[in-house]
């Protein structure tokens, strides 16, 4: 089990809305915090790590493509490497890809499962290969989504990965357990952030930001949404060690539009 203090997380997707968030709560908490995006959003992720180091907190930004094995591997090398160990993991990358089945293009629909699905079981892999090795326990959380319970209008690239990732995470969860690291999942609502941000396809859906994701999700214009702070809550507590006993679940912060 746990013997010293969890103090270093790594973050995937941690560029820009949840994942920034995550990583600003965690380094508040008192985490030493590894942070991943791809090299297009390189820009934004340095300045997230600044705004990190600005906590007191030692920051490591790495570029990568979450889907690719080797970058994974690398990530959570460098990772070690740097801040010494690895004790929170959070596989938060993702993408959406808005279609109905009838129009699916078959190569966006591959590309939204290698980067939501083999991307988390990538992250799972390495940071419970880590986390054993260092045999202190550990906590591994996954962005599943209320899109990962139910099926909404054009959202099936979307929606089959979430529910993917539910599924994957109980397994981990089971896998770990004799190791004393938790394995569950956040599932957000609607969430302000810049994947959420869809311009004219907000306001055709009659609202402004979150209005086209909430017509995906079954929701009216005005329906609940909220900033990215409402998940790094939950992920700040879900990673402290007296959250030991809760593991392969799925927790719900969507404003009480699902209880499922
Ligand atoms: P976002 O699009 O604003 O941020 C996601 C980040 O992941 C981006 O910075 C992006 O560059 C990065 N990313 C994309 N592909 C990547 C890859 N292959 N490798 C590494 N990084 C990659 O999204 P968000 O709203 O902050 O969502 C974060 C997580 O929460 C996602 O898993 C998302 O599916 C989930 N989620 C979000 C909402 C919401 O309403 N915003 C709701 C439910 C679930």
């Known amino acids: ?101 009838v129009d699916m293009d078959v190569e966006k629909f591959d590309r939204a499962l290698a980067v939501n699905v083999r991307g988390a079981m990538l992250c799972y892999k390495y940071a419970a290969r880590q986390m054993i090795k260092q045999g202190n326990g550990g906590r591994i959380l996954g962005a599943a989504s209320i899109l990962g319970k139910r099926g909404g209008p054009a959202a099936a690239a979307y929606v089959a990965p979430k529910f993917a990732i539910r599924g994957l995470t109980q397994c981990l969860a089971i896998e770990l357990k004799a190791h004393h690291i938790t394995a569950n999942t956040y599932a957000p609502g609607v969430i302000l952030t810049p994947m959420t941000d869809m311009g004219a396809l907000d306001e055709a859906k009659g609202g402004g930001h979150g209005a086209a994701t909430k017509w995906v999700c079954g929701l009216p214009p005005d329906g609940p949404d909220a900033p990215p702070e409402v998940v790094a809550s939950l992920v700040s507590y879900l990673v402290k060690s007296e959250a030991y006993f809760i593991t392969g679940q799925s927790y719900n912060v969507d404003g009480g539009v699902d209880f499922s």
Not at 51 to 71: I, N, P, T, Y
Not at 77 to 86: D, H, S
């Open 1 to 101: 089990g746990q013997t010293t203090p969890f103090t270093v997380a790594l973050i995937t997707g941690a560029a820009q809305g949840i994942g920034r968030e995550i990583a600003l709560r965690l380094a508040d908490d008192g985490f030493h915090v590894a942070i991943n995006d791809i090299p297009s959003n390189a820009d934004a992720l340095h300045s997230v790590a600044k705004e990190v180091e600005a906590k007191g907190r030692k920051a490591l930004a790495v570029l990568g493509d979450v889907s690719e094995e080797a970058a994974v591997k690398s990530m959570v090398e460098k990772t070690v490497e740097v801040l010494g160990r690895l004790d929170v993991m959070v596989a938060n990358a993702a993408i959406a890809y808005i279609s109905a089945i």
